[in-house]
Structures are given as C-alpha cells and as structure tokens.
C-alpha cells in the first residue's frame, strides 16, 4: 500500500498570511501516459464532512477559493492557503486515487489560528 | 443534485456484524468510471479509506480490513452496501459514503453526513 505522510501534523497562522501543508507519498502517484499525478486535498471542518478542494494535485474543486492552490509531482505535493481566513480553520487531509485501490489517506494536519 | 445518505445501526454489539447502507441521489453507479467509496472516522482521529466499488462491480478493500469486509451494490435502489464481521470497540467510528468519478476528477468528490457507530456491549 502507498503510505501518505503529512506534514507538520498541526500549525498555527495569523490570519492573513500563508499556510503550508505537506504531503509525501511512498511511491511516485503520478502516472506518465496522462500527465497527472493522483493526489487530492480534502478540508474538514468541525463535525462536517470531508470537502474536496483539489484533485490531480493541483486542478481546483469548483467553487473553491483561489487562495487554496496545490502543487507538487510524484512524491512530494503542498497544499498552499493564502491570505489564511478564519474560516479555513479545519483539518485538511491528503489522499491519493493511484492504479487500483487501496487508495489512503495522510494523517490529517489541523491548522489554527495564532 | 448529487447526494449520497448513509444509514444503519448507531450501536452494536462486539463479534456481531455491521451493515450499512448508502443510498445515493443525482447520478447512476452504472455509468462508467462512476465508483462509490466507504471511509470512516474514529472520534478525534484520521480518515480511513475501507473500500470501494465500481461501476463495472469490480470491488476493493483496505488491505488490513479486507476479510471483515464486504461491499456490494444494488442499483435497482441506487445503495452501495457496506458489511463489517467481527465488530469491536476499536471500530467505533464515523463512516462516510462519497462517490469518485474515475477520469473525471479521481478525488471523493460528493460525501455523505456520516452515521455513527458505537460498538459496545
């Protein structure tokens, strides 16, 4: 199984400012004969429900604000959250969707503001 | 509109077997590339990914749960199943439905509200 390590596992930011999240995957999720890597970020807010934010790595879940953006390529991927507002406060997940399942997810990293 | 709703027993007993439903709204399990996927949620900890069906019935399961687990669907009634054996504490949980559109977006991108289970005698 691929095993997805988040880090840190929780972080602290003054609203307005940046947050970065972390996510690297034992093997490569990127999958050559169509250019996209298999990695998607998910937002959970108390006593909700998972959210799609973005998927491929990088493509941006409709309605989702442009401040959250993703990058990354075949093991290591970052989930950027710009201008940090009080709403974002969550636990956002990694989570790949690589060649057939078991497809994990990381372990959470839960982002608050200082 | 695209919903997915999970349903069964908030409480069972440990060895005894859980079954859960997701019936889902707004979109058909036999289009292709459509999968229904079940996940869970222990309180204040991680998400898991358990398993996950595909349109074509092909099925799939998290590799440490995979002989406890079974997955089925009955599209006649637009569910997806999910049976557990041998329950215990440690299972005690939030489990969650979401639905994934294989080369459309590969991400788990309409959930369901979650039902809660408690195991414990």
């Known amino acids: 199984d691929i095993v997805m390590t988040q880090s840190p596992d929780s972080l602290a930011v003054s609203l307005g400012e940046r947050a970065t999240i972390n996510c690297k995957s034992s093997q490569s999720v990127f999958f050559s004969s169509n250019n996209k890597n298999y990695l998607a970020w998910y937002q959970q807010r108390p006593g909700q429900p998972p959210k799609l934010l973005i998927y491929?790595?990088?493509t941006r879940e409709s309605g989702v604000p442009d401040r959250f953006s993703g990058s990354g390529s075949g093991t290591d991927f970052t989930l950027t959250i710009n201008s940090l507002q009080a709403e974002d406060v969550a636990v956002y997940y990694c989570?790949?969707?690589?060649?057939?399942?078991?497809?994990?997810f990381g372990q959470g990293t839960k982002l608050e503001i200082k | 509109q695209v919903t997915l709703r999970e349903s069964g027993p908030a409480l069972v007993k440990p060895t005894q077997t859980l079954t859960l439903t997701c019936t889902f709204s707004?979109?058909?399990?036999?289009?292709?590339?459509?999968?229904v996927g079940w996940i869970r949620q222990p309180p204040g900890k991680a998400l898991e990914w358990l398993a996950l069906i595909n349109w074509d019935d092909d099925k799939y399961y998290n590799t440490s749960l995979r002989t406890r687990l079974t997955i089925s669907k009955d599209t006649s009634k637009n569910q997806v199943l999910l049976t557990m054996t041998n329950m215990d504490p440690v299972d005690t949980a939030t489990y969650y439905c979401a639905r994934m559109i294989q080369g459309l977006k590969d991400g788990l991108d309409v959930w369901g509200q979650g039902t809660t289970v408690t195991v414990s005698s």
């Open positions: 491929w790595a990088s």
């Open positions: 707004g979109f058909s399990i036999t289009t292709s590339g459509m999968s």
């Open positions: 989570h790949h969707s690589y060649s057939t399942p078991p497809y994990t």
